[in-house]
């Protein structure tokens, strides 16, 4: 059953940078300077969406001297994925069932 943590979540995902943000950290772990070159956002509006994945805890930071680097954590995602297959699941076996009106 989803939770109101996993429609946080979904809201978060749902912004199509923080979507194209995840997709990019998906192949490798960027720093700022790569994402704002990846994406064409400007800076301060791309620190502001990775702070929302950070809140959210769909990404991690990783300090290397004066440049922050971001990777994705697959669990949160993964986690995620879980509970649309556990929905999937109960759709596929409720389909036999009808309740009466």
């Known amino acids: 059953m989803l939770t109101s943590a996993d429609t946080d979540l979904i809201r978060v995902l749902a912004d199509p940078l923080r979507l194209k943000i995840v997709n990019l950290l998906a192949h490798e772990t960027?720093?700022?300077t790569h994402l704002v070159?990846?994406?064409g956002a400007r800076q301060t509006n791309l620190s502001n969406h990775l702070r929302v994945l950070?809140?959210?805890?769909?990404?991690e930071t990783e300090p290397c001297g004066r440049y922050t680097?971001?990777?994705l954590r697959p669990d949160v995602i993964a986690a995620l994925a879980g509970q649309f297959a556990d929905l999937a699941e109960r759709a596929r076996t409720a389909t036999d069932r009808k309740r009466p009106c």
């Open 30 to 32: 960027l720093c700022t």
């Open 69 to 71: 680097y971001y990777k």
């Open 37 to 39: 070159e990846e994406t």
């Open 54 to 59: 950070r809140e959210a805890g769909v990404v």
